[in-house]
Protein backbone atom coordinates (compact mmCIF):
# COMPACT_ATOMS: atom_id res chain seq x y z
CA UNK A 1 0.00 0.00 0.00
CA UNK A 2 2.98 2.19 0.75
CA UNK A 3 4.19 1.62 -2.21
CA UNK A 4 1.18 2.70 -4.42
CA UNK A 5 1.77 6.54 -3.30
CA UNK A 6 4.93 6.67 -5.20
CA UNK A 7 2.77 6.32 -8.60
CA UNK A 8 0.09 8.22 -7.43
CA UNK A 9 1.56 11.20 -6.05
CA UNK A 10 3.50 11.45 -9.36
CA UNK A 11 0.55 10.60 -11.96
CA UNK A 12 -1.75 13.09 -10.06
CA UNK A 13 1.06 15.97 -10.41
CA UNK A 14 1.34 15.28 -14.29
CA UNK A 15 -2.11 15.02 -14.81
CA UNK A 16 -2.65 18.27 -12.93
CA UNK A 17 -0.12 19.98 -14.70
CA UNK A 18 -1.38 18.52 -18.35
CA UNK A 19 -4.51 19.61 -17.50
CA UNK A 20 -3.54 23.24 -16.90
CA UNK A 21 -1.33 23.26 -19.92
CA UNK A 22 -4.28 22.43 -21.93
CA UNK A 23 -6.74 24.50 -20.33
CA UNK A 24 -4.50 27.90 -20.40
CA UNK A 25 -4.42 26.82 -23.96
CA UNK A 26 -8.04 26.48 -24.74
CA UNK A 27 -8.80 29.82 -22.64
CA UNK A 28 -6.20 31.39 -25.37
CA UNK A 29 -7.85 30.09 -27.92
CA UNK A 30 -11.39 31.08 -27.00
CA UNK A 31 -9.75 35.02 -26.81
CA UNK A 32 -10.30 36.47 -30.35
CA UNK A 33 -7.39 38.27 -31.53
CA UNK A 34 -8.06 39.77 -34.60
CA UNK A 35 -10.98 41.85 -36.04
CA UNK A 36 -13.63 40.13 -38.03
CA UNK A 37 -14.07 41.19 -41.69
CA UNK A 38 -17.59 42.80 -41.16
CA UNK A 39 -16.14 44.51 -37.82
CA UNK A 40 -13.33 45.93 -39.76
CA UNK A 41 -15.83 46.96 -42.58
CA UNK A 42 -17.68 48.58 -40.12
CA UNK A 43 -15.41 50.61 -38.84
CA UNK A 44 -14.23 51.67 -42.39
CA UNK A 45 -17.84 52.67 -43.14
CA UNK A 46 -17.68 55.13 -40.06
CA UNK A 47 -15.16 57.11 -42.26
CA UNK A 48 -12.35 59.19 -39.94
CA UNK A 49 -13.60 59.84 -36.63
CA UNK A 50 -12.16 63.04 -34.56
CA UNK A 51 -11.28 62.37 -30.38
CA UNK A 52 -13.71 65.16 -29.33
CA UNK A 53 -16.01 64.39 -26.61
CA UNK A 54 -19.43 64.23 -28.15
CA UNK A 55 -17.70 61.19 -30.44
CA UNK A 56 -16.38 59.46 -27.77
CA UNK A 57 -19.47 59.69 -25.72
CA UNK A 58 -21.72 58.71 -28.39
CA UNK A 59 -19.57 55.79 -29.56
CA UNK A 60 -19.46 54.34 -25.70
CA UNK A 61 -22.72 53.76 -26.18
CA UNK A 62 -22.81 51.87 -29.28
CA UNK A 63 -22.21 47.49 -28.22
CA UNK A 64 -21.23 46.58 -31.32
CA UNK A 65 -18.28 48.85 -31.82
CA UNK A 66 -17.46 48.35 -28.00
CA UNK A 67 -17.33 44.18 -28.74
CA UNK A 68 -14.62 45.12 -31.67
CA UNK A 69 -12.68 47.49 -29.46
CA UNK A 70 -12.28 44.65 -26.83
CA UNK A 71 -10.76 42.82 -29.57
CA UNK A 72 -8.11 45.89 -29.90
CA UNK A 73 -8.16 46.17 -26.31
CA UNK A 74 -7.00 42.89 -25.50
CA UNK A 75 -4.38 42.51 -29.00
CA UNK A 76 -2.78 45.79 -27.70
CA UNK A 77 -3.25 46.78 -24.16
CA UNK A 78 -3.86 43.95 -22.04
CA UNK A 79 -0.23 43.36 -21.62
CA UNK A 80 0.49 46.08 -19.87
CA UNK A 81 -3.30 47.08 -18.77
CA UNK A 82 -4.77 43.17 -18.36
CA UNK A 83 -7.55 41.26 -20.04
CA UNK A 84 -9.98 43.14 -17.74
CA UNK A 85 -8.34 46.53 -17.51
CA UNK A 86 -7.59 46.45 -14.05
CA UNK A 87 -3.71 46.89 -14.18
CA UNK A 88 -0.33 44.91 -14.74
CA UNK A 89 2.24 46.99 -15.75
CA UNK A 90 0.49 49.97 -16.88
CA UNK A 91 -2.07 51.36 -14.42
CA UNK A 92 -5.65 50.28 -13.52
CA UNK A 93 -8.30 51.65 -16.25
CA UNK A 94 -11.12 50.48 -14.43
CA UNK A 95 -10.73 53.23 -11.43
CA UNK A 96 -11.53 56.60 -10.91
CA UNK A 97 -7.60 57.86 -11.07
CA UNK A 98 -5.79 59.23 -13.76
CA UNK A 99 -2.40 60.53 -14.16
CA UNK A 100 -2.60 62.40 -17.35
CA UNK A 101 -6.36 62.17 -18.49
CA UNK A 102 -8.38 65.19 -17.09
CA UNK A 103 -11.13 64.38 -19.74
CA UNK A 104 -12.36 61.78 -22.42
CA UNK A 105 -9.87 63.36 -25.15
CA UNK A 106 -6.86 63.06 -23.31
CA UNK A 107 -7.60 59.22 -23.64
CA UNK A 108 -7.66 59.54 -27.51
CA UNK A 109 -4.13 61.63 -26.92
CA UNK A 110 -2.93 59.03 -24.54
CA UNK A 111 -3.40 56.34 -27.03
CA UNK A 112 -1.99 58.37 -30.15
CA UNK A 113 1.07 59.70 -28.53
CA UNK A 114 1.79 57.30 -25.66
CA UNK A 115 4.05 58.53 -22.66
CA UNK A 116 8.07 57.70 -22.61
CA UNK A 117 8.37 58.21 -19.14
CA UNK A 118 5.60 55.60 -18.20
CA UNK A 119 6.50 53.25 -20.91
CA UNK A 120 3.37 53.89 -22.56
CA UNK A 121 3.71 52.75 -26.36
CA UNK A 122 2.42 55.15 -28.97
CA UNK A 123 -0.54 53.78 -31.35
CA UNK A 124 -0.75 56.44 -34.34
CA UNK A 125 1.64 54.05 -36.66
CA UNK A 126 -0.45 50.95 -35.39
CA UNK A 127 -4.25 51.94 -35.42
CA UNK A 128 -6.08 54.24 -37.43
CA UNK A 129 -7.72 57.39 -35.99
CA UNK A 130 -10.85 55.90 -36.19
CA UNK A 131 -9.42 53.08 -34.17
CA UNK A 132 -7.87 55.17 -31.58
CA UNK A 133 -10.77 56.95 -31.30
CA UNK A 134 -13.13 53.87 -30.66
CA UNK A 135 -10.33 52.41 -28.38
CA UNK A 136 -10.46 55.11 -26.33
CA UNK A 137 -14.30 54.94 -26.06
CA UNK A 138 -13.65 51.49 -24.47
CA UNK A 139 -11.10 52.48 -22.18
CA UNK A 140 -13.57 55.02 -20.97
CA UNK A 141 -16.50 52.20 -20.65
CA UNK A 142 -13.94 50.87 -18.79
CA UNK A 143 -13.82 53.09 -15.78
CA UNK A 144 -15.84 51.56 -12.60
CA UNK A 145 -16.13 48.41 -14.29
CA UNK A 146 -14.20 46.65 -11.31
CA UNK A 147 -13.51 47.25 -7.95
CA UNK A 148 -10.24 45.26 -7.70
CA UNK A 149 -7.03 45.13 -9.23
CA UNK A 150 -3.77 47.28 -9.21
CA UNK A 151 -3.70 50.50 -7.03
CA UNK A 152 -4.79 53.50 -8.19
CA UNK A 153 -2.25 55.91 -9.66
CA UNK A 154 -2.75 59.44 -10.44
CA UNK A 155 -5.55 61.83 -8.73
CA UNK A 156 -9.45 60.95 -8.88
CA UNK A 157 -11.17 63.34 -11.54
CA UNK A 158 -14.91 63.35 -12.24
CA UNK A 159 -16.73 60.90 -14.01
CA UNK A 160 -17.45 61.05 -17.71
CA UNK A 161 -20.26 63.29 -18.96
CA UNK A 162 -23.20 61.24 -20.15
Not at 11 to 16: C, E, G, H, N, T
Not at 28 to 42: D, G, H, M, P, W
Not at 63 to 69: F, I, P
Not at 101 to 105: D, F
Given at each position: ??????F??P??????I?????????S???????????????I?????L?????T??????N???????KV????H???????????????????????F?????DI???????????????F???????E???????V???????????Y??G????????
Open positions: MRNSWIIVLMIILASYLVFYDNDRNQIQNTLSTYQEQAAQLGEYGNQNITRFMKEEMMNAMLFITCSECHGIQGTGVAGPNLCDDSYTVKKLPVESITKGNIKLGMTSEDVLSQTIVLLAAYANLRGSSSVGKAEVIIEPWPQ
